[in-house]
């Protein structure tokens, strides 16, 4: 049943309704935050523009003629329109962090709080009433749910546009025509979140609703609620496209598939899924091969951070490791190194669990536990193939961790990735797992930690950040010197409102100096390493983070966010 809002109860209280009026139209509304307010206008019992007069007094709004719009020179992106359609919102108007919206029941707090949360500006409210406002959201939005009722009604397809599969013919019998409108769905979801960045799509599935979001510049957004009946069939549909086992819904699986765009243009999917509560959760991480042949320009390496890093992988051998949490973007730098140095005079062997990005003229393989190829088999093996650079997609433990120092040592660069907090604490993390200290002091040559970051928008706008609050940042005061000023999020149709449109990375490149060996070998903590370290000029995540807000890339919030200094 229907919840009354606060308005509804305030029209109670108000006298223009009785409690049985609203339980009969209870019974008869659809579900939906308005729906209750609908069903008292249609039927009859509460006129709609007497109610938005009632709701602007009340709350001390002004009151929209919503008819009079011209939808036309609105906003369209400012708020995710899933949100916008389903709360029947319409953002009017968008200014200085600040944005108008026209909606009917001002008394909705928690639905405008996520949209402040989201769009990351204050909110002013106008009145509108419910049932214009209804028939204006219905025209107004176009969202990606609601191109699934438009493909089950047409034969239009994307012509160069394809999902490999390799599955058999009992499965694609699983996907009747009747699915083919599901199969487009999907398409467009995918093209859909490529064509706007994103990295990762998730199909949940819950009790009451089946949705779709992407995770674009880190940020988890709704973007799709198919009819809650096509779980199964867009579920089964994913699997078989990825050759997994449709029939298979009680363990997680994991597989893999590819859009094709063009002839010359395809982007791999890493498809798991995952057993839950109402179905199978399926995500979809977004492979692009492309990110990985952008240089290391386009990462947001400052000059001298690039300068050793490049010095780094030129060396005849030693271990090179990239540090950082899941997100940080270590794959990218991995892949970005290997391009560089994927020349035909050389042997590249990575061991990947699972190959991400494909990469031609290296020799990469998958990683597969249950037949035990681990890191440490696969590392075996690539010694006794000729190797001169071999990468590992994660340190996990003692044996692949003292395979690599060997092969680090005996002549060959190794890549590779930890999970820490940042360079110095590396050192530390390799003692724990067991490497001795001459081992490590020996062959690692540089460590490298980071974080990603949103940058700001083009709409970006200087802000005031108190003296204060520079300075507990990590600021210098010889910093806040010169004439420059920090930049904040503003918001336009261009990045949907957010402020930010895409992502670029703070470092911290700490080459393993004679001081630092000396440190090591001497079994020095951490914070000791990280006090050489600072004196030699390397820069923490903290501060390569506050020299991009210097340069007007990101904002504080952003930085701070992402670091813990």
């Not at 974080?451 to 928008?457: A, G, K």
Request: a negative charge.
């Amino acid at each position: 049943m229907t919840e009354k809002t606060g308005l509804v109860r305030a029209l109670i209280q108000k006298g223009w309704i009785d409690e049985k009026t609203v339980e009969q139209a209870q019974a008869k509304a659809d579900d939906g935050p308005n729906a209750l307010l609908l069903a008292l206008i249609k039927s009859d019992a509460l006129d709609e523009r007497k109610v938005a007069q009632f709701a602007a007094e009340t709350f001390g709004l002004p009151v929209l003629d919503i008819e009079a719009v011209n939808p036309d020179v609105l906003p369209r992106k400012l708020i995710d329109p899933q949100i916008a359609s389903r709360y029947q919102i319409v953002a009017l108007s968008q200014r200085k962090g600040k944005t108008v919206i026209a909606v009917a029941d001002p008394t909705q707090v928690r639905v405008y709080d996520e949209i402040r949360f989201q769009t990351g500006m204050s909110i002013e409210l106008v009145v509108a009433p419910a049932q214009s406002l209804a028939r204006f959201c219905e025209k107004f939005y176009e969202s990606t749910t609601n191109a699934l009722s438009t493909l089950i009604q047409t034969d239009e397809l994307y012509e160069e546009v394809s999902l490999s599969t390799e599955s058999t013919a009992a499965e694609e019998s699983e996907v009747d025509v009747e699915d083919a409108p599901v199969v487009r769905f999907i398409q467009k979801i995918l093209i859909d979140a490529i064509n706007e960045g994103a990295s990762d799509i998730h199909f949940e599935p819950y009790e009451k609703f089946f949705r779709v979001r992407v995770r674009q510049d880190g940020v988890l957004r709704e973007i799709a609620r198919p009819p809650l009946a096509l779980k199964e069939k867009i579920s089964a549909r994913l699997k078989i496209i990825s050759r997994l086992d449709i029939s298979e819904k009680r363990i997680p699986q994991d597989g893999r598939t590819k859009l094709t765009l063009s002839k010359n243009k395809s982007i791999d999917f890493r498809v798991s899924t995952l057993p839950t509560l109402w179905g199978e959760k399926i995500v979809l991480r977004i492979l692009d091969a492309s990110q990985a042949m952008l240089g290391i320009d386009a990462l947001g390496y400052e000059p001298e951070q690039k300068a050793a890093l490049l010095e780094a992988i030129e060396r005849p051998y030693g271990m090179i490791l990239v540090t950082g949490p899941t997100g940080s973007g270590k794959t990218v730098s991995l892949y970005t190194c290997l391009n560089l140095l994927n020349k035909p005079e050389v042997n590249i062997s990575t061991a990947e669990d699972p190959v991400e990005i494909n990469l031609p003229g290296i020799n990469q393989v998958n990683i597969n536990d249950k037949v035990g190829l681990t890191f440490a088999s696969a590392l075996r093996a690539f010694l006794r193939q000729d190797p001169d650079i071999i990468m590992v997609g994660e340190i996990r433990d003692l044996e692949t961790a003292d395979i690599g120092v060997k092969a680090a040592q005996t002549g060959h660069l190794l890549l590779s990735t930890l999970h820490t907090n940042d360079a110095p604490s590396t050192v530390e993390r390799l003692r724990n797992i067991g490497i001795a200290p001459f081992n490590i002091a020996s062959s690692v040559i540089l460590i490298t930690a980071q974080r990603l970051v949103r940058r700001l928008c083009t709409c970006k706008q200087p802000i005031d950040v108190p003296l204060e609050a520079l300075i507990s940042a990590g600021f210098t005061e010889d910093e806040l010197d010169g004439d420059w000023q920090p930049y904040g999020p503003v918001g336009c149709e261009k990045c949907r409102g957010s402020g930010y449109k895409g992502r670029t990375g703070i470092y911290e490149v700490m080459p393993i100096s004679d001081s630092i060996q000396r440190l090591v070998m001497a079994n020095a903590s951490a914070m000791e390493i990280e006090a050489q370290a600072r004196s030699e000029g390397v820069r923490s995540l903290r501060q390569s983070g506050l020299l991009k807000v210097k340069h007007g890339i990101t904002s504080l919030t952003e930085v701070l966010a992402a670091t813990n200094d």
